[in-house]
């Protein structure tokens, strides 16, 4: 099962990850000001990780597959890393998809 792992960055931000079940991170979150804040970007990826047409497939200048999940306002909520292939970027959504919905939550800056 996978888990969203709250951290703080040196910048005084908080971030989370979110790891599947084998812990390899499938998505990182932007920063935010709050643990509110984030919390709330938790919820947003369990929520948008289920609609497919939140995920939006990419490529990196240097040629590598990546995918941003975004709100329905279109904020981005989190980024996946750069994968290898377009076949391992579907299987890092399908993880995200799998994962999220009953992810726990690990925070680590408590």
Do not use: C, H
């Amino acid at each position: 099962m996978g888990k969203f792992v709250i951290t703080k960055r040196a910048n005084g931000e908080f971030q989370f990850n979110l790891k599947a079940g084998n812990g390899q991170t499938i998505l990182t979150s932007e920063g935010y000001t709050t643990k509110a804040a984030t919390t709330n970007g938790i919820e947003s990826v369990q929520k948008n990780s289920q609609d497919d047409s939140r995920f939006d497939r990419k490529e990196s200048s240097n040629g590598k597959p990546y995918f941003n999940l975004k709100a329905s306002n279109g904020q981005i909520i989190g980024s996946s890393e750069m994968y290898e292939s377009v076949a391992a970027r579907e299987n890092g959504i399908e993880s995200v998809k799998k994962n999220a919905p009953d992810a726990e939550t690990d925070d680590q800056t408590a």
